[in-house]
């Protein structure tokens, strides 16, 4: 073994957001540039003797990466490492192999839901031993150590071929390759009611999931068509590509239209679904009914005691918050817990560590549960599949019936994506600025309740995170939140959260954007948004 020392210089801007370090796969490519940052990880965690997970969604520079972490690996003395087969691992199924295996911990190649190819986006984030991601404590280490790290470690021995099961060495270090759908798959069958799940498509019961090119296609391709028996190809763009096919691999009414239009069509299937990226984010749909990722939350809340892995109840419901309070009406129905946390799927870890919240979701289309630490697409298509398979109705009348019961919330979120970042950062702080002067104030025939700036406190280890974004409440049952996107690459992402509470069964029909159009007219009045952003409308509406 040649272990060689290369001296560095840190690098600007490696700072972990929400969910790891993203930047264009052009910027990762740079000499040094994921060096500094996997050594800069190395120093705080202090690898050595260990085993870790490592894996990624297959996109542009993932094959090369994997092979510079693992020559790195070896040289700061990591014992082992689990590595997906062809360096494949979805985010969710990662998590479940550094449980299931009990791995110190695991590394994550993804930009999940960003656009890949050369000219796309690249992403790396590190899992703590639970299977969630680091918390802010071990990134602003890690971060920390970017700006002042001198020298990184590194391997001269090329890295085994990854291509085939089975093991290797690499230096001292052992490398694992494991069948990177076998582990998830038996966890999903411990959870959900197969059975009926295959009874439900041997009925006639049809679907299509859309995997987008992206890391799902092969795990769906085996649960759905292989063990649930579904047709062969309900499962659209199986084969994973380092492009995504030129898509891009966000599962919503914008980017997954063709299964949005074939959905809403007179030959539609009974149930569409899709997944993104790296699989930890999901869209449901039934024949002629979009479910948005809050309803959905809230609609599997109320029905997953129909599964197995969930038939004693739930200890309580998660959610991040500018995503809708349609699952803390469930959560009250149900006598649990209901918790709001900021943006970031490692503020759930702890709830779901200390067993206050059985499931988690984000309005951005990840929902999970305490199977993994990592929202999970397929799991929750799985769920719905479950719960469809026991209550045998169609989508939109499991919706019908939801709203019925706990009211609707009507829900969009608009994105301004590739804003000018200055501009972007002005116009949150002129309204954080403008915070205290807006009680009362009347708005696009709306009344101001409160607003504020949300801040979270831990109810278990009590750390805290401030600035989360702008909450606006009204006197009439609705809400607007304004935040930042922390996963883009390029200028800033404004987003726009708007929501109105409807308890009138007659008045559920409507069309969200109209039920939705005073909100969305006081949210553009008090921020200044098309002005301000020069975006007449928003790039993209969920």
Same mark, same amino acid.
């Given at each position: 073994?040649s272990k060689t020392?290369?001296?560095?210089?840190?690098?600007?801007g490696?700072?972990?957001?929400?969910?790891g370090?993203?930047?264009?796969?052009?910027?990762f490519m740079?000499?040094g540039?994921?060096?500094n940052f996997v050594?800069?990880?190395?120093d705080?965690?202090?690898?050595?003797?260990?085993t870790?997970?490592l894996?990624g969604?297959g996109?542009?520079f993932?094959?090369e990466?994997?092979?510079?972490?693992?020559?790195m690996?070896?040289a700061?003395?990591v014992?082992?490492?689990v590595?997906?087969?062809?360096?494949?691992?979805?985010?969710p199924?990662?998590?479940?192999?550094i449980?299931t295996?009990?791995?110190d911990?695991g590394i994550?190649?993804?930009?999940s839901?960003?656009?890949?190819?050369?000219?796309?986006?690249?992403g790396?984030?590190y899992?703590?031993?639970a299977?969630?991601p680091?918390p !802010?404590?071990?990134?602003?280490?890690?971060?920390e150590?970017?700006?002042t790290?001198? !020298?990184?470690?590194?391997?001269?021995?090329?890295?085994p071929?990854i291509?085939a099961?089975?093991?290797?060495?690499?230096?001292?270090m052992?490398v694992?390759?494991?069948?990177p759908?076998e582990?998830y798959?038996?966890l999903?069958?411990?959870l959900?009611?197969?059975g009926?799940?295959?009874?439900?498509?041997?009925?006639g019961?049809t679907m299509?999931?859309?995997?987008?090119?992206a890391?799902?296609?092969?795990? #769906?391709?085996k649960i759905?068509e292989?063990?649930?028996?579904?047709?062969?190809?309900?499962v659209?763009?199986?084969?994973?590509?380092?492009?995504?096919?030129g898509g891009?691999p966000?599962?919503n009414p914008?980017?997954?239209?063709?299964?949005?239009?074939?959905?809403?069509?007179d030959?539609?299937?009974?149930f569409g679904?899709?997944?993104?990226?790296d699989?930890?984010?999901?869209?449901i749909?039934g +024949?002629g009914?979009?479910?948005t990722?809050?309803d959905?939350?809230a609609?599997?809340a109320?029905?997953?005691?129909?599964?197995?892995g969930?038939?004693?109840?739930l200890?309580?419901?998660a +959610?991040?918050?500018?995503?809708?309070?349609?699952?803390?009406?469930?959560a009250l129905?149900l006598g649990?817990g209901a918790h709001e946390t900021?943006?970031?799927?490692?503020?759930f870890?702890?709830?779901l560590?200390?067993?206050?919240?059985t499931?988690?979701?984000?309005?951005s289309a990840g929902?999970g549960?305490?199977?993994?630490r990592?929202?999970?697409?397929?799991?929750?298509?799985?769920?719905w599949?479950?719960?469809?398979?026991?209550?045998?109705q169609?989508?939109?009348?499991?919706l019908k019936e939801h709203?019925?019961e706990?009211g +609707?919330?009507y829900?969009?979120?608009?994105?301004?994506e590739g804003v000018?970042?200055p #501009?972007a950062?002005?116009l949150?702080a002129?309204?954080?600025?403008?915070l205290a002067?807006?009680t009362g +104030?009347?708005?696009?025939g709306?009344?101001?309740?409160?607003?504020?700036?949300?801040?979270?406190?831990?109810p278990?280890?009590?750390?805290?995170?401030?600035?989360?974004g702008?909450?606006?409440?009204?006197?009439?049952d609705?809400?607007a939140?304004f935040?930042?996107?922390?996963?883009?690459?390029v200028?800033?992402?404004l987003?726009?959260?708007?929501?109105?509470?409807e308890a009138?069964?007659a008045?559920?029909?409507?069309?969200?954007q109209?039920a939705?159009? #005073?909100?969305i007219s006081?949210a553009?009045?008090?921020?200044?948004i098309?002005?301000r952003t020069?975006r007449?409308?928003p790039?993209v509406?969920?």
């Amino acid at each position: 073994m040649s272990k060689t020392t290369i001296a560095t210089k840190p690098i600007d801007g490696q700072k972990p957001g929400t969910s790891g370090l993203r930047q264009q796969t052009a910027v990762f490519m740079q000499p040094g540039y994921l060096e500094n940052f996997v050594q800069s990880l190395f120093d705080v965690i202090d690898p050595a003797g260990k085993t870790l997970t490592l894996g990624g969604d297959g996109r542009y520079f993932n094959t090369e990466a994997i092979g510079t972490i693992l020559r790195m690996a070896a040289a700061n003395g990591v014992a082992r490492v689990v590595v997906g087969q062809g360096g494949i691992l979805s985010t969710p199924a990662a998590s479940a192999v550094i449980r299931t295996r009990k791995t110190d911990g695991g590394i994550i190649l993804s930009a999940s839901h960003n656009p890949g190819g050369k000219d796309g986006d690249f992403g790396i984030k590190y899992n703590i031993p639970a299977g969630g991601p680091a918390p !802010e404590a071990i990134t602003s280490a890690i971060h920390e150590r970017t700006t002042t790290i001198s !020298e990184y470690h590194i391997l001269e021995e090329a890295a085994p071929d990854i291509a085939a099961l089975g093991e290797a060495t690499l230096g001292d270090m052992v490398v694992e390759v494991i069948d990177p759908v076998e582990i998830y798959a038996e966890l999903m069958q411990s959870l959900f009611d197969f059975g009926a799940i295959r009874e439900l498509f041997a009925s006639g019961f049809t679907m299509r999931f859309d995997a987008m090119h992206a890391v799902t296609g092969p795990y #769906a391709t085996k649960i759905i068509e292989g063990l649930l028996g579904a047709p062969e190809g309900t499962v659209m763009n199986a084969v994973p590509l380092p492009d995504f096919g030129g898509g891009h691999p966000d599962p919503n009414p914008t980017y997954a239209r063709p299964l949005m239009d074939l959905m809403m069509s007179d030959d539609a299937p009974d149930f569409g679904a899709a997944s993104d990226g790296d699989g930890d984010r999901n869209m449901i749909v039934g +024949r002629g009914a979009y479910v948005t990722p809050s309803d959905s939350l809230a609609v599997l809340a109320a029905n997953a005691h129909l599964a197995p892995g969930y038939a004693d109840g739930l200890a309580g419901v998660a +959610r991040s918050m500018p995503t809708s309070r349609a699952a803390d009406r469930v959560a009250l129905k149900l006598g649990i817990g209901a918790h709001e946390t900021p943006t970031g799927w490692k503020f759930f870890g702890t709830l779901l560590d200390a067993g206050l919240a059985t499931l988690c979701g984000e309005e951005s289309a990840g929902t999970g549960s305490n199977h993994v630490r990592e929202k999970d697409g397929l799991w929750a298509v799985l769920l719905w599949l479950n719960i469809l398979a026991v209550r045998k109705q169609p989508v939109a009348e499991i919706l019908k019936e939801h709203w019925a019961e706990f009211g +609707r919330d009507y829900y969009s979120r608009h994105d301004y994506e590739g804003v000018d970042k200055p #501009a972007a950062e002005a116009l949150m702080a002129d309204l954080r600025a403008g915070l205290a002067g807006l009680t009362g +104030r009347k708005v696009a025939g709306l009344t101001v309740r409160e607003a504020d700036d949300f801040a979270y406190t831990d109810p278990v280890d009590g750390s805290q995170a401030k600035s989360q974004g702008i909450r606006v409440f009204f006197e009439e049952d609705a809400r607007a939140v304004f935040r930042l996107s922390g996963t883009g690459t390029v200028g800033a992402t404004l987003r726009l959260y708007v929501e109105q509470f409807e308890a009138d069964p007659a008045q559920h029909h409507r069309d969200p954007q109209e039920a939705l159009a #005073a909100v969305i007219s006081a949210a553009d009045e008090l921020a200044g948004i098309a002005a301000r952003t020069g975006r007449p409308a928003p790039d993209v509406i969920t």
